[in-house]
């Protein structure tokens, strides 16, 4: 997302929540995080806590890691900035239409995306776009 080290890109959650908590002044990216996390009230505790920028999140334990689930909200919010892969918006509003609900449209646009990268990492190989486009719209149709 804005670089190679994990501990750095958590800290940027963390930093941006306590800045948007105490009230400061936020920039473009930093306010784009604070809205993400605002709306995950279940991960506040992990934000706050020193010891989640180091913590191992592999499920081994139930939990899923809230940074990666976030950086993906984050994922989809800047395709959508820019439309890209072309026509995400158009799908992102028919999602949102027939949900009721900005975030649970956006959860199923992560959902899709989750799954290409996953597939991705399996095959050794860069992510599908189209097979990202095509997670996207099977998803609008079992709505």
Do not use: C
């Not at 995950?40 to 139930?62: N, Q, R, T, V």
């Not at 984050?74 to 949102?96: C, F, N, W, Y």
């Not at 239409?97 to 900005?102: A, P, Q, S, V």
């Not at 992510?127 to 079992?142: S, T």
């Amino acid at each position: 997302m804005w670089g190679e080290d994990r501990s750095s890109l958590r800290q940027m959650f963390t930093t941006a929540w306590q800045d948007f908590e105490a009230g400061k002044p936020l920039d473009k990216q930093a306010q784009m995080i604070a809205d993400v996390v605002a709306i995950h009230p279940e991960y506040h505790a992990a934000i706050g806590s020193g010891g989640a920028l180091e913590k191992e999140f592999d499920g081994s334990d139930g939990q899923s890691n809230p940074f990666l689930h976030m950086a993906m909200h984050i994922a989809v919010r800047e395709q959508l900035s820019i439309d890209r892969p072309p026509g995400v918006v158009k799908i992102h509003r028919k999602l949102t239409n027939r949900l009721g609900d900005l975030h649970e449209a956006e959860h199923q646009m992560v959902e899709a995306l989750a799954e290409t990268l996953w597939n991705a990492q399996q095959n050794n190989q860069e992510p599908d776009i189209e097979d990202y486009v095509r997670g996207l719209k099977k998803r609008l149709k079992q709505l």
